[in-house]
């Protein structure tokens, strides 16, 4: 257990609606990491956030964005859902803004009918 | 720009055979890199990191990997396959980037261990 927990694990939902993805980072870890993974593409970085502010993006689609709140968990949000976002997400997490160590969640499967 | 380049879709070995998988490195500065697992359903766990230290870096369950720089590799090797270390391994370098950082990922190698 990596201890950064990510809900749901599966969500099944149709074109052109919106999800949100959660990730709970590990005690006391300030940067979280959003990632992508589908068969064609292989592990995507999609986006980070340290301390609650946006840090970096990657190949992150407008459609999508991200938050991450005082808490620090954060959100992945997901609209306009289109069949090639179909994929596996995951989150990561390290304690600083660079990953000497990043730990994975067990990610969630989005599939879009 | 740092990438990594992991060479072979899938190995195959069998049980108690080595185990060596591939990873070529670029980058114009010293690097920082990783070997994660991803077993079936499951999130990337990390097997172990290179930051710079000793070349000879040794992970969980008997992994262990050799930086060497003439080579730009950092290949991954167990003496001892195990059924059980059936998995997709990727490599990942650490790319700077604004003012933060990313792990950029290998395509993956998956693991196929025969009894």
């Known amino acids: 257990d990596s201890g950064v927990t990510q809900t749901p694990k599966h969500l099944i939902t149709a074109t052109g609606q919106r999800v949100t993805l959660r990730c709970s980072p590990r005690?006391?870890?300030?940067?979280v990491y959003w990632y992508q993974q589908s068969l064609d593409q292989g592990l995507q970085f999609l986006i980070h956030?340290?301390?609650?502010?946006?840090?970096a993006k990657g190949n992150i689609l407008e459609r999508f964005s991200a938050q991450q709140f005082p808490d620090l968990h954060s959100e992945l949000n997901l609209s306009s859902l289109e069949l090639g976002d179909s994929a596996l997400y995951f989150c990561?997490?390290?304690?600083?803004?660079?990953?000497?160590?990043?730990?994975f969640g067990q990610g969630t499967r989005l599939t879009v009918v | 720009a740092q990438s990594v380049t992991q060479l072979g879709s899938h190995v195959s070995v069998s049980e108690g055979a080595l185990v060596l998988l591939r990873c070529n490195y670029s980058?114009?500065?010293?690097?920082?890199l990783f070997w994660y697992v991803q077993y079936p359903n499951q999130g990337l766990q990390l097997l172990l990191k290179?930051?710079?230290?000793?070349?000879l870096v040794k992970g969980i369950n008997g992994f262990e990997a050799e930086f060497k720089k003439s080579e730009t590799s950092f290949h991954l090797t167990k003496p001892s396959a195990h059924m059980s270390d059936a998995a997709e391994y990727f490599c990942?370098?650490?790319?700077?980037?604004?003012?933060?950082?990313?792990?950029?990922f290998g395509s993956g190698t998956r693991l196929l261990v025969r009894p």
């Open positions: 990942a370098v650490r790319r700077q980037m604004d003012s933060s950082y990313k792990l950029i």
């Open positions: 956030y340290y301390n609650g502010e946006e840090r």
């Open positions: 290179y930051t710079s230290a000793a070349t």
């Open positions: 980058s114009s500065v010293p690097p920082y």
């Open positions: 990561a997490s390290s304690p600083r803004q660079g990953p000497t160590e990043a730990f």
């Open positions: 005690s006391g870890d300030l940067s």
